[in-house]
């Protein structure tokens, strides 16, 4: 079983906190604000109320072995290097740190941040496309101009198979499924 840290529980620490329970991962956070950590008790998590500026208290609370650790400090940028740092000193090897401003992204990559996260940004690249496109349905862009798009088949591709409609050749896309209704795919 993978196991993380989640060291501030903002609004993204929050939200990866309840995508990891889900994929029932191991997870430990550590928040300052005894509330916060309050409202996890009856969850499947480890929580600790402590102030994550300590190095040596953070070296002591944090388990050996942590796959990552997912550090949201909300708007305190100096917790966010702080914390970073530490980590990268403790030897763990994936630390995904959200990120303020570009400054502040420029010193968390330079303290040891292995993926460096802007939410808000992430989410509106991955928004914009559904806007501006009524065949869109769903979009995940994955490098460069390659993304992964669940689309509604156009009506002049509707009943023509798969060679007669030529994907690849006429809108140079992949095809890599099939979704028939809600249910069936």
Do not use: W
């Not at 928040?31 to 409202?39: L, P």
């Not at 995904?96 to 939410?119: N, Q, R, S, W, Y």
Request: glycine residues 8%.
């Amino acid at each position: 079983m993978k196991q993380f840290a989640i060291l501030g529980l903002s609004y993204f620490g929050k939200d990866v906190l309840e995508e990891l329970m889900e994929l029932g991962a191991d997870i430990m956070i550590i928040d300052k604000d005894r509330t916060v950590i309050d409202a996890y008790k009856y969850y499947p998590v480890s929580a600790v109320g402590m102030d994550i500026m300590n190095e040596e208290s953070l070296a002591r609370i944090l388990p050996k072995g942590l796959d990552g650790v997912v550090i949201d400090m909300g708007e305190k940028i100096e917790a966010s290097i702080l914390a970073t740092s530490y980590c990268r000193k403790l030897g763990i090897p994936r630390i995904f740190v959200k990120a303020v401003t570009e400054g502040h992204a420029d010193i968390l990559d330079m303290v040891g941040a292995t993926k460096i996260i802007f939410p808000h940004r992430e989410a509106a690249k991955r928004i914009t496309p559904l806007l501006v496109s009524s065949g869109l349905l769903n979009y995940l862009p994955v490098s460069g101009k390659l993304v992964i798009a669940e689309i509604i088949v156009p009506e002049k591709l509707v009943g023509l198979s798969l060679l007669e409609a030529n994907l690849r050749r006429t809108f140079s896309i992949n095809l890599i499924s099939v979704k028939n209704g809600e249910n069936e795919e």
